[in-house]
């Protein structure tokens, strides 16, 4: 999402929604499941850090 964003001015809740939106239409099924696959690491990861910043 963050590429897409690149260049695009929102002006109001109403663009942000359409725009979100549009965005998640466009997008495969599999895509969204492969992003939850990496859920449990990622939470992990979180936890490990004691809410400290990392990359």
Known sequence: MR???KGQH???LDEV???VDNDFA???PAS????NQFLPEKWE???QAF???FN
């Open 45 to 47: 990861k979180i936890v």
């Open 51 to 53: 809410g400290r910043y």
């Open 10 to 12: 929102l002006k109001n």
């Open 26 to 28: 466009s997008k495969e």
């Open 17 to 19: 929604r359409n725009w």
């Open 32 to 35: 969204f499941h492969r992003g």
């Open 3 to 5: 590429r897409s964003l």
